[in-house]
């Protein structure tokens, strides 16, 4: 089992920059990818962003790309998503996931364990 705990969420002005941490515990040693997702009400979950453990290739989804950057600190067994010019439509629960399987994918179905979630609201 590997348990996640998503912090720094918030409420921020459009332009602004919130950092997001997800710190995993737990057989940490099993996750093969790290991932950021996030949620609005009566939508599908989306993916965000995604990076590996070992080496640290990143993947982003097209609507952050450019504004955000996830990064992993394996020492501590955090990973995070730092999130500059904010818009009003990136207001979501935002939930980090550990991938165990080596696929490296954006799908959510990948993802074998999940985070409780955070709020992250924009303010125009």
């Known amino acids: 089992q590997i348990q996640l705990v998503e912090s720094g969420g918030g409420l921020v002005q459009a332009g602004g920059s919130l950092r997001l941490s997800c710190a995993a515990s737990g057989r940490t040693f099993s996750s093969y990818a790290m991932g950021w997702f996030r949620q609005v009400p009566g939508k599908e979950r989306e993916f965000v962003a995604a990076?590996?453990?070992?080496?640290?290739?990143?993947n982003y989804a097209d609507s952050v790309k450019g504004r955000f950057t996830i990064a992993r600190d394996n020492a501590k067994k955090t990973v995070y998503l730092q999130m500059n010019s904010l818009k009003p439509e990136d207001t979501a629960v935002y939930y980090c996931a550990a991938q165990t399987r080596v696929i490296f994918s954006r799908s959510a179905s990948a993802f074998d364990y999940w985070g409780q979630g955070i709020q992250v609201n924009v303010s125009s």
């Open positions: 990076i590996t453990w070992s080496n640290g290739n990143t």
